[in-house]
């Protein structure tokens, strides 16, 4: 009896150790129910790679599409050429870089690459002014990211005559371009692919503190994501799309503040008490209507604010002496400048509706969705932490934008890639891998 106690006991302990269940975190490539044999990206900057205010080669080789290529090639995915800057010309559009920090403020100091740039000209346009000419790209192409651009011009036939981003890709020179970004990415069969595009049609108006620029109308965002979805599906295709990320969560509106300024005038003048903006009085659309008044934490000041501005005297018709630049209602800094209260309240019920279109779109279509807005939202308010290293919205230290404020350092854009790729093998039962961000750098310091 004991004899067979101690056989059942043996044979359990070797099922025990040699049956044990298998988890594997890293299961085999595969493309689930997705083909990517020729996968193409759409959209504007983003998309292309641009940081630190300029396009340049290094940008473009770390842009997210690329990335994403990389893995998909694990399970299927072609060749994904994107329409570089050559070495001679590799810094492009030019870019900002960081030369040092200022020893009594700790301010960045920042200078502009202005060599190996990738221009060939200018040209005029009636009616529109000066474009600067871009070096013709003319080889295979997949990153069809066209910085600059909104879902507003998806049709627009000029459009290939006044931005140079798009300009460069096109076979012919401004001013007899009459191809639409619409027809020039869907001109080549494809089979799988990313969109980002509607950014712009936000950004543009909040960048320039709502004074150069307006939203998209919201029936026509409707009705330009319908055709362009309906146009990249037309043909069975499957693909994966990004919602807007909350404009105002950027460093480009959340380094400079108010309280900043306004704590730095008190230094040398106790007796200032505000800020004065010039503010829309209502959200509104159809009222735009401005008038001074003291700035709020609400307002939210551009990083491009030049704060040496503030104190500055300023002649005012019909006062006598000279008045100091935005301590008073008479001389409040100007409107360009400043996202106020109002203005981020109108560009946040305009996204919202935006990246409501966008998700109900793309389940129609059974779309993969990065649902960009929450996840930057997410990381302002509470971080993020990947492969150990941390990150968060904070300019030039939190890891994730680049010097301009407003696009990604190349590991923001590996984590932006990993959201995408996340989504799509979510949707479509793929597994393709993710990249390990730590082998892409942050901000590059001198």
């Given at each position: 009896m004991k004899t067979k106690n101690y056989l059942y006991i043996l044979v359990a302990s070797i099922c025990i150790a040699g049956c044990k269940p298998s988890f594997n975190s890293n299961p085999a490539p595969s493309r689930g129910s997705a083909d990517f044999t020729r996968y193409i990206a759409v959209g504007n900057s983003l998309t292309a790679g641009y940081a630190d205010g300029g396009l340049y080669r290094a940008g473009q080789l770390v842009s997210y599409p690329s990335i994403i290529a990389q893995q998909l090639q694990t399970v299927g995915g072609g060749v994904f050429n994107q329409p570089l800057f050559t070495t001679d010309q590799a810094n492009g559009s030019?870019?900002?870089?960081?030369?040092?920090?200022?020893?009594?403020?700790?301010s960045p100091i920042t200078s502009q690459v202005t060599t190996s740039l990738g221009y060939r000209g200018a040209v005029t346009i009636p009616g529109f002014g000066t474009v600067n000419l871009l070096t013709k790209y003319t080889d295979d192409i997949e990153n069809y990211g066209v910085p600059g651009i909104k879902l507003l011009h998806l049709t627009y036939a000029p459009y290939g005559n006044l931005n140079p981003f798009f300009e460069?890709?096109?076979?012919?020179?401004?001013?007899?371009?009459?191809?639409?970004?619409?027809?020039f990415i869907t001109a080549k069969p494809f089979t799988f692919f990313t969109n980002w595009l509607g950014n712009n049609d936000a950004l543009g108006y909040a960048t320039s503190g709502g004074a150069g620029d307006?939203?998209?109308?919201?029936?026509?965002?409707?009705q330009l994501y319908n055709l362009l979805i309906g146009t990249l599906t037309a043909n069975g295709q499957k693909g994966a799309v990004a919602t807007i990320p909350d404009v105002t969560t950027i460093p480009y509106f959340t380094t400079v503040t108010v309280g900043a300024i306004l704590g730095g005038v008190q230094k040398a003048n106790p007796a200032a008490k505000a800020l004065y903006i010039n503010a829309r009085t209502s959200a509104d659309p159809a009222d735009n209507?401005?008038?001074a008044r003291p700035a709020t934490a609400s307002d939210l000041?551009?990083?491009?604010f030049p704060t040496t501005k503030i104190g500055q005297p300023v002649t005012v018709p019909g006062i006598p002496v000279p008045v100091p630049y935005g301590l008073t209602p008479y001389t409040p800094i100007d409107d360009q400048y400043v996202l106020d209260a109002n203005e981020v309240a109108l560009t946040k019920?305009?996204?919202?509706?935006?990246?409501?279109?966008?998700?109900?779109?793309?389940?129609?279509?059974?779309?993969?969705?990065?649902?960009?807005y929450t996840f930057l939202s997410n990381i302002?308010?509470?971080?993020?932490?990947?492969?150990?290293?941390?990150?968060?919205?904070?300019?030039?230290?939190?890891?994730?934008?680049?010097?301009?404020?407003?696009h990604l350092t190349p590991r923001g854009y590996s984590i932006v890639a990993n959201e995408f790729i996340k989504a799509i093998n979510s949707q479509y039962s793929s597994s393709i891998p993710i990249v390990n961000v730590g082998n892409y750098n942050g901000i590059v310091f001198p």
């Open positions: 030019g870019y900002v870089k960081l030369s040092g920090f200022d020893p009594a403020t700790g460069r890709l096109l076979p012919g020179a401004s001013p007899t371009n009459s191809t639409t970004y619409l027809s307006v939203l998209t109308d919201k029936g026509t965002f409707g209507t401005h008038a000041i551009v990083l491009t019920d305009y996204v919202s509706s935006y990246n409501s279109t966008i998700k109900s779109v793309a389940a129609a279509k059974g779309l993969a969705v990065f649902d960009a302002k308010t509470s971080g993020l932490v990947v492969n150990g290293i941390s990150f968060n919205s904070n300019f030039i230290s939190g890891g994730l934008f680049s010097l301009d404020g407003v």
